[in-house]
């Protein structure tokens, strides 16, 4: 998606519908983990502005940047299989209210909801829009989801560090140099769904676009939720050619600094 066009909801939603069914298939969504957003002011054409909005809901944290933000994302206790075949059930917009403290929702079909309300990682999301409205405004996309070959790396003392494990990834193939140089950002291991865990991912998010939370997943970020799933999916990529090399009694000679410094220069010019 270019920024400066405007999309109907339906298109949006299609597309968070889409990239749940590739979470759900890649094997990244167990149960009902994972979750979606999408800050749709500006981006799509106005939608329900007087309507029906359920009574609002207090947040535990002031939101006043973005009050009056518009956000389409995943119902909390929502598996990502169901997100992709019913997403009118288990997606629902929210918008804060104008003085940033609590916030309405409506379903996708413009009725206020049933039994669905927001991800349990609510406040981390609004936390990171917050940063990325202000600092990354082309970024309006969040993913966050389970990829067990990150994940496994995450375990180990000596590949969570991320200096080595940006190089050991870059090192796999040449398309994640070129489609990630600035490589993942390591959050070392919070609470699930903390603000302390949502403080620690802005502060990486500074540098990085992908971030590998310790022993619990990523998060990726990007100006729509596909290109947030291609960032993730190619580092996955990565981890588990590494993986498979170790995996089979050896470790991976890969790409030498001359060969990667070679890709930054074709691609990533200064």
Not at 212 to 222: D, I, N, S
Request: charged letters at 20%; a negative charge; proline letters at 6%.
């Amino acid at each position: 998606m270019e920024m400066q066009e405007k999309y109907s909801l339906k298109s949006v939603t299609d597309e968070v519908a889409e990239v749940a069914g590739m979470l759900w298939i890649k094997g990244w969504a167990e149960r009902n983990s994972g979750n979606i957003s999408v800050r749709l002011t500006g981006l799509i054409e106005d939608i329900f502005p007087d309507g029906p909005f359920s009574s609002p809901v207090p947040l535990t944290e002031s939101f006043g940047l973005l009050a009056g933000e518009l956000f389409l994302l995943t119902g909390t206790g929502c598996r990502m299989r169901n997100v992709s075949t019913h997403p009118e059930d288990n997606l629902l917009l929210i918008r804060i209210t104008q003085e940033g403290e609590s916030y309405e929702m409506i379903t996708p079909s413009g009725k206020v909801p049933g039994n669905v309300l927001p991800t349990s990682e609510l406040i981390s999301h609004l936390m990171i829009h917050r940063y990325l409205k202000e600092h990354q405004p082309a970024k309006r996309g969040v993913v966050h989801t389970h990829p067990s070959e990150l994940i496994a790396l995450s375990h180990s003392p000596v590949y969570k560090e991320q200096t080595l494990l940006n190089r050991l990834l870059w090192g796999m193939l040449p398309e994640t140099t070129i489609l990630v140089p600035e490589g993942i950002g390591v959050v070392p291991y919070r609470m699930t769904g903390s603000s302390e865990l949502a403080y620690a991912s802005i502060r990486a998010l500074q540098e990085h676009s992908v971030l590998l939370w310790e022993k619990h997943g990523c998060l990726a970020v990007a100006s729509n939720v596909t290109e947030a799933f291609d960032l993730i999916d190619v580092m996955v990529k990565s981890a588990d050619i590494l993986l498979k090399c170790l995996h089979a009694g050896y470790t991976p000679e890969g790409l030498s600094d001359e060969q990667i410094e070679e890709l930054r220069d074709r691609f990533h010019p200064k």
